[in-house]
């Protein structure tokens, strides 16, 4: 094989944006993958989904995604069709790959490996056949009758509130005493009482034991995922995981150098366990990249977006109010509602609030959680503004469009 310059492990959003991005710097690139190109979140995570959120029914979901992912993933395949990328389509190890073997020490490589379900050990998980994870659940042939959900993160809201829509009876169980941790607990609360009032059913600060016991057609294992690791040969270089089963890193996403590795080896994306989320692996991308051609960046991954694409969506930046007392930091809670916009009343859609936290000192703002038609979008604003230091009394000149949702923003701090 000619020069090889970079050398990435798994060609899901993290190591293709990676291979994209190094090869249009002038890297020659080997990139090695041993399944489907686009790795979970175009194959079997959020793009899937997302037909299935925006579908009437489960016949027309099932179809839209099966147009939809193909078409997406020959978009990764002509990414990865440049002249200094060679795509391997095999899984690589540390322990049996002749080009990683060699590759150790002397040319930088990135584990981009993603994650996988995260199975709970309960009782009847290994054989009751009811029990799928959400790549199962993309694959159902039928819309299941009674579909229990072990699980209120982000996976199983989102699937909770597909299926109520096409028609299943589902009920939502969660140890915990609210869905969604990652969001504000108010939000949370106020989102899932109002998909109560839909129709599904939450069993909250229940523990299951045995899956027998869940009485429903499908169950579905929606309790998280887990970094991928198994079969890279880790050990071989001397890598130890941490207690999550991730690869530990420093800031820069890079390995320990051992005497195994004198050179730099990175993780990007969920195999590190930093932030578990598409576009986080995409930037961290970019940043090990520039970090290898000795360019400098910007990149503030202390503000990362996220949302639940329930319906109505949720969306957060920033901490928590809970997070925020816990903290000790001080702050004003600036709230703003769906139900008094405009654009919401003319689109029907006028569940939802919007919170933003601002530094009483300076007015910066601190973070903003939202549930609503388009809060993602919102929030998004919001991270833009944090990136660039904005104070609520700057957001509060600036012009916005009427009528849009994007009003809500301006109206909690006019």
Not at 103 to 108: H, I
């Amino acid at each position: 094989m000619d020069k090889v310059d970079l050398i990435i492990i798994g060609a899901g959003p993290g190591g293709y944006r990676a291979a994209e991005y190094a090869a249009k710097q002038g890297l020659k690139v080997v990139i090695f993958e041993g399944s489907e190109v686009g790795g979970t979140c175009l194959n079997v995570g959020c793009i899937p989904t997302k037909t299935y959120v925006h579908s009437a029914s489960f016949a027309e979901a099932r179809e839209r995604m099966a147009t939809v992912v193909p078409q997406l993933r020959q978009g990764v395949e002509t990414i990865l069709s440049h002249p200094n990328i060679t795509l391997v389509r095999e899984k690589a190890s540390f322990a049996t790959t002749p080009l990683l073997l060699e590759g150790v020490g002397k040319v930088p490589i990135i584990i981009a490996t993603g994650s996988e379900t995260k199975w709970l050990p309960i009782k009847g998980v290994d054989t009751d056949p009811r029990v799928v994870d959400s790549t199962g659940l993309l694959n159902l042939e039928t819309l299941p009758q009674r579909l229990a959900i072990i699980g209120a993160g982000v996976i199983g809201m989102e699937f909770a509130s597909v299926f109520n829509r096409f028609g299943s009876e589902v009920t939502v169980i969660e140890y915990l005493k609210e869905c969604l941790p990652a969001l504000d607990s108010d939000i949370a609360k106020r989102l899932r009482k109002y998909l109560e009032k839909g129709g599904i059913t939450f069993k909250m600060k229940t523990a299951v034991e045995d899956i027998a016991d869940i009485d429903a057609d499908v169950v579905l294992m929606a309790t998280g995922r887990k970094p991928r690791t198994e079969g890279l040969g880790l050990e071989t270089i001397g890598v130890e995981l941490a207690p999550n089963g991730a690869i530990p890193v420093d800031e820069n996403y890079q390995l320990t150098p051992t005497i195994q590795h004198p050179l730099p080896i990175y993780t990007i994306g969920d195999v590190n366990g930093r932030q578990m989320l598409a576009h986080a692996a995409e930037m961290q991308a970019v940043h090990v990249v520039n970090q290898i051609i000795g360019k400098q960046d910007h990149i503030r991954f202390d503000i990362m977006p996220a949302a639940i694409f329930t319906e109505p969506e949720a969306a957060c930046v920033g901490p928590t109010e809970d997070q925020l007392k816990a903290q000790g930091i001080a702050y004003e809670c600036k709230k703003s509602f769906w139900r008094a916009n405009g654009k919401a009343m003319a689109m029907n859609e006028t569940e939802g609030m919007l919170k933003l936290f601002v530094s009483p000192d300076d007015g910066a703002i601190l973070g903003c959680h939202a549930y609503g038609a388009h809060s993602a979008d919102i929030v998004q604003e919001v991270s833009v503004l944090m990136c660039k230091n904005t104070t609520i009394a700057e957001l509060a000149d600036m012009v916005h469009i009427h009528p849009t949702l994007s009003e809500i923003l301006k109206n909690a701090v006019d």
